[in-house]
């Protein structure tokens, strides 16, 4: 057995992703919603925007940063509380596994989930909805920050969130209606200029509307930057608030994370 | 801390609030013993167990654990101490052979896994999901996971509540095995049979210390305590008569019906009645 500490990571990876494939709600609620999502909206939605864009060019933006924000924020903000009222944390613990390894499972299961569902996302998009592909190299290194600083976020995020639960069980009703509320306001199912202008400055606080508008920057064509709140894409604060999120979150992870329940003590 | 105790503890406490669960407690378990700790639930076994296996920290006290303090448990250490908890979470989705090879890997000197999914009679079960066991099969793999790592040290949680007599008594053999082969056993049960059964000595627990400590056959002067000794009657009824020399009575009894006594029992008290008596008292 080897023991370095990246073969460790990595193993633990390749369980948590298998337990991942494995259960089949996580496979249609995580893997497959956003890829669900683009079906029923881009058939619903089946208009242009200006330019003839088609409404699919702007969707799949928030059809991305969702998608993010459910492998890293949400999963792990369900999986890790239930995780440790099952105590198989505290088995882990007992066990001579450094701590930091059961963060590295989680993080190479993210980032795997994460590129796999946006693969099929793209892939579905471009083959049945028209969906155009960034056609620059600088358009893609955006695609690629963006959605690596806004998942690291999201799941630093989602480790922080896993210790609000009190229980397992209670861990979906206290994750949901956040992911909910947030896409609403972010633009994810809305046009975010249509919104009114108080709940684009709510939204302005959390990571999401940030990916989204990220993201935007890199499927939309760069006339539609007027239409921004801002009159542009603000690459430069998506960086700095995104930024600003992983450390928060850095934070939260290392002051409030526990291997036991409550009741444990 | 003389190096032949697995477990030495002296004066520990622990308090949750204002209510003291551990209460200058002292204990010593020798290398290679099966030790087994009897208490009633809230006499504080839980939380010096896990004291023990440096899941808590304590508010005083010495206590050292194969010559460590628990509470600076590192990985040197938790490689040497396999735990088998209560009700500890499985990992649904995979099966039996993968979470046995997948810790195996965290221990710089694991067993074979295949050979300990044997052992602990899981073979026939090896390619099965964990969430398709049952709940004794689901114990025999916690076993499995705590002694992957050739532990010196072995802390059972009530390890066989839930099964039937048949699953127990294999339950036991397979203890009695790890035994033999010089593992040390910290065992809490409720069941005074197994207690009886498997430990060297056995440690009752009450109110948040020990306050007794011994062999099952000794353990509160059991061996000393008077006979009891019942018979029928010519019309009918059951006779009773407690005495230090039963042996005797026997005699006088045979004499007195010129052979056979009917119905004749002689007892002395089950370590169940000594211990309900130990923690009655408290």
Redesign the interface.
């Known amino acids: 057995m080897s023991t370095t500490p990246l073969s460790l990571g990595l193993r633990q990876g390749g369980l948590e992703i298998k337990q991942f494939l494995r259960s089949r709600e996580s496979v249609v609620f995580t893997l497959a919603f956003p890829v669900i999502m683009i079906v029923i909206f881009a058939s619903i939605f089946n208009w242009e925007l200006e330019g003839g864009v088609r409404f699919t060019q702007y969707f799949v933006t928030g059809m991305i940063a969702t998608g993010l924000m459910t492998v890293g924020f949400q999963s792990l903000a369900i999986q890790i509380p239930i995780e440790r009222d099952r105590g198989v944390l505290k088995r882990l613990r007992g066990t001579p596994m450094p701590k930091w390894v059961y963060f590295a499972g989680k993080v190479v299961m993210v980032a795997v989930i994460g590129l796999a569902e946006t693969l099929l996302l793209l892939a579905v998009g471009t083959l049945f909805y028209g969906l155009k592909l960034p056609e620059t190299a600088g358009k893609w290194l955006t695609f690629g920050w963006v959605s690596v600083l806004g998942i690291t976020a999201c799941t630093l995020c989602g480790v922080a969130f896993s210790s609000l639960a009190r229980s397992g069980r209670g861990a979906p009703a206290v994750v949901t209606p956040v992911a909910l509320v947030l896409q609403f306001t972010s633009g994810v199912f809305f046009v975010f200029s249509n919104l009114p202008s108080w709940m684009q400055q709510v939204a302005a606080i959390f990571p999401l509307k940030w990916m989204c508008q990220g993201l935007r920057a890199v499927f939309l064509p760069d006339s539609f930057a007027a239409q921004e709140p801002a009159g542009s894409f603000e690459l430069g604060r998506v960086a700095l608030v995104l930024t600003a999120w992983c450390v928060i979150g850095l934070l939260l992870c290392l002051t409030t994370f526990r291997w036991t329940t409550r009741r444990d003590g | 801390m003389t190096n032949n105790l697995a477990i030495s503890v002296r004066g520990l406490r622990k308090s949750?609030g204002d209510n003291t669960a551990v209460d200058g407690l002292d204990l010593a378990v020798h290398r290679g013993e099966v030790f087994a700790l009897l208490g009633p639930n809230g006499a504080g076994k839980t939380t010096t167990v896990e004291i023990l296996?440096?899941?808590?920290q304590r508010d005083g006290g010495d206590v050292s654990v194969l010559g460590v303090d628990p509470a600076r448990a590192d990985?040197?250490w938790?490689?040497r101490?396999g735990?088998v908890?209560q009700?500890?979470?499985?990992?649904?989705?995979?099966t039996v052979r993968?979470v046995v090879h997948?810790?195996?890997?965290?221990?710089?000197e694991?067993d074979d896994p295949d050979d300990v999914i044997s052992r602990v009679g899981l073979a026939g079960k090896a390619g099965s999901?964990t969430h398709a066991l049952s709940g004794g099969q689901k114990r025999r793999l916690d076993v499995a996971?705590g002694i992957i790592?050739r532990p010196e040290l072995l802390f059972l949680d009530e390890p066989t509540t839930g099964f039937d007599p048949e699953a127990r008594r294999e339950f036991w053999e397979l203890i009695r095995g790890l035994a033999a082969a010089g593992t040390t056993i910290v065992l809490t049960t409720h069941y005074l049979d197994e207690a009886e059964t498997l430990a060297d000595r056995v440690g009752v627990i009450a109110g948040g210390r020990v306050v007794a400590v011994d062999t099952p056959a000794k353990l509160g002067e059991r061996e000393n305590a008077l006979a009891t000794v019942a018979w029928r009657t010519p019309d009918g009824s059951v006779e009773r008569a407690q005495s230090a020399t039963p042996t005797a009575l026997v005699a006088e009894l045979a004499a007195r019906y010129g052979g056979e006594v009917p119905g004749l029992t002689v007892t002395r008290p089950t370590l169940e009645d000594i211990y309900l008596t130990m923690i009655g008292q408290r």
């Open positions: 949750y296996e440096g899941f808590r990985a040197a938790r490689s101490v735990i908890l009700g500890t979470g499985e990992f649904d989705e995979l993968e997948h810790f195996a890997g965290f221990y710089p694991p999901r996971l790592g």
